[in-house]
């Protein structure tokens, strides 16, 4: 079937895409930037038409659990916020990342730390990639820089999600959750009937009862367990990175970054390679698993790197460890919910890597 | 005089005068001697068994000592983070409206850090049953003050008594949720006597029913003992409940339907 065109908000963009992938329940609680994806389903009522329950909770708290209590049904379930609220959902999101449960956590990252600000931001991007709540775990991070990607990743995200068993993040900004783009949406699919052999839907006679549970008092078993999500993520790492290139082949210096970041830094490489600079991009668009082995490629045929980031420095040290000493690597960010402008970042490279 | 080999002989159906449940598992309870939660567990077991509820059951185990009680009953479980037992609850309900939801909750889970989930949850009527147990303090973690306390009464963070003035009064949450719209059923209970017992099973299969009509949310209190954590026998803990606990929470229905 066609694709249907329509002009959209990222965070709307989400949202219709959620309902035509078939996604079984939204939890949500308003927060800037991205309140209009829980406007937008509760407007749409998609228990009309596909059955998907769409719930505002009375807590981020509560809506991660009830995203936890869904997807251990199977379900495909999802929750989204802004950043404050994902700092509040971070016990729900171990505990899923424990109990190996699928989900779609949406963030759209706004400036921080502390309330901060509603602009745009890249700032919870340790949080994202590193754990963020308590316990060796990682989420699946997708990082969208356009609205159409905000849409595509919904699929991708459940489909990564039920793959593997774990938690994805859609690592938006509020940039992207707020701006208007053409995009083309897939048509409706059914919601899934196939139930996952672990789901607790109440236990037939013809199958052991199914324990949904992240706890194992059992020193030794829990050990097992971790190394049993550490193969994991290291198939993950194995398969599952994507990142895409801009103008890296005859390239002198790279620039990395995603989100809206990886847009104004296209824009730098063409002012800077104006100026005769041979300037790329590299775009994670998996932010866990990182593109290490690329990054560390292209760090043999470089001068340096430029991790550009809307935060303090927070994926530079990524860069680093995929560089491994090759070349210098620098960062360069705003903060406080200020977008980098294509300019500054040229300045930054001519100032940081080669000198005047 | 019957020999002791003839024991055998007397193990037979028609002499059996009670048995383990079928839902019960073969797995030891971890629970401490004279301890009210093993009682709760088998009361909800017999019912699940005689409603045949077996394969609609999803139960969620809340953080406490009852922690493990996906251990002891053989249905489909979901181990919640503590207090948010509700939550996870509301979304089974909502995915699977066909099934018998239900939460199992001691009272510092569900009246202290799961307060809002609770109240919530109670007064959105989800379809579910909370099965809360208030034992006036916190059980695992070894006899800590919880919101229920009793004034005056001693816990290792309490150790020269609740002082009402500095650490708040016993919360009676289950009255402040007997007044929810969202609430269908609400009634508070025991199981420390043979007639009490029957009592609370009565209470838990209407629950059982209600859920079936889609009336809202029930809630069964079970105001039990501690043993360990009220530094007490059982039998001086049962004594001790009597006579303390029931007069700040005092049995019977806080809301029934009307019929
Ligand atoms: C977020 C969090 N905080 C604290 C704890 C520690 N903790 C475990 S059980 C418990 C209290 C349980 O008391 P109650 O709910 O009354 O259950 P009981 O053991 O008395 O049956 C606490 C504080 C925890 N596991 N998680
Ligand atoms: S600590 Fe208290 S509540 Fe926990 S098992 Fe022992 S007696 Fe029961
Ligand atoms: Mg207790």
Known sequence: MEKELRLMKGNEAVAEAAIRAGVDGYFGYPITPQTEIIEYLMEANPAETTGMVVLQAESEIAAINMVYGGAACGKKVMTSSSSPGISLKQEGITYIAGAELPCLIVNVVRGGPGLGTIQPAQSDYFQATKGGGHGDYHLIVLAPASVQEMADFVDLSFELAFKYRNPVMMLSDGAIGQMMEKVYLSPQKERSKTIPEWA?????????????????????????????????????????????????????????AYGTSARVCQKSVQLAREQGIKAGLLRPITLFPFPTKRINELAGKVKGMLSVEMSAGQMVEDVLLSVNGKVPVYHFGRMGGIVTTPEEVVESLKSKLIGD | MVEFS???????????????????????????????????????????????????????????????????????????????????????????????????????????????????????GENILIIFINNGIYGMTGGQMAPTTLPG???????????????????????????????????????????????????????????????????????????????????????????????????????????
Not at chain 2, 85 to 93: F, L, Q, R
Request: contains cysteine; proline residues 5%; aromatic residues 8%.
């Open chain 2, 6 to 124: 003839g024991i055998k002989e007397i193990i037979k159906p028609e002499n059996l005068v009670y048995k383990k449940t079928r839902i019960m598992t073969e797995n030891i309870l971890s629970y401490c001697p004279g301890c009210g939660h093993g009682t709760a567990h088998r009361i909800l077991a017999e019912i699940i068994d005689e409603e045949g509820l077996q394969s609609e059951a999803i139960g969620v185990s809340p953080v406490g000592c009852s922690v493990f009680m996906y251990n002891y009953l053989d249905i489909d479980w979901q181990e919640a983070a503590h207090g948010r037992a509700p939550a996870v609850a509301t979304a089974i309900k909502r995915l699977l409206p066909d099934k018998f939801v239900f939460t199992y909750q001691g009272d510092g889970d569900l009246a202290a850090i799961g307060t809002a989930e609770t109240i919530h949850s109670c007064n959105r």
């Open chain 1, 200 to 256: 607790t839907t109440g236990k037939p006679s013809t199958r052991e009862r199914n324990i949904i549970t992240s706890l194992d008092l059992d020193p030794n078993r829990q050990e097992l367990f971790n190394r049993k999500l550490l193969a994991k993520y290291d198939e993950i790492r194995e398969k599952e990175v994507r990142f895409e290139e801009f103008q890296c082949e005859d390239a002198e210096y790279i620039l990395v």
């Open chain 2, 153 to 259: 009464m001693k816990s290792s963070t309490s150790p020269y008594g609740r002082d009402v003035k500095t650490m708040g009064y016993p919360l009676k949450i289950t009255d402040i949720v007997a007044t929810l719209p969202g609430s269908y059923y609400v009634t508070r209970q025991s199981v420390h006597t043979a007639a009490n017992v029957k009592k609370t099973k009565k209470a838990i299969r209407k629950a059982v029913h209600y859920q079936k009509l889609n009336k809202g949310t029930c809630l069964i209190e079970i105001v039990s003992n501690c043993p360990s954590g009220w530094k007490m026998t059982p039998v001086q803990s049962n004594k001790w409940m009597e006579e303390n606990m029931f007069p700040y929470y005092p049995l019977g229905d806080l809301k029934t339907p009307q019929e």
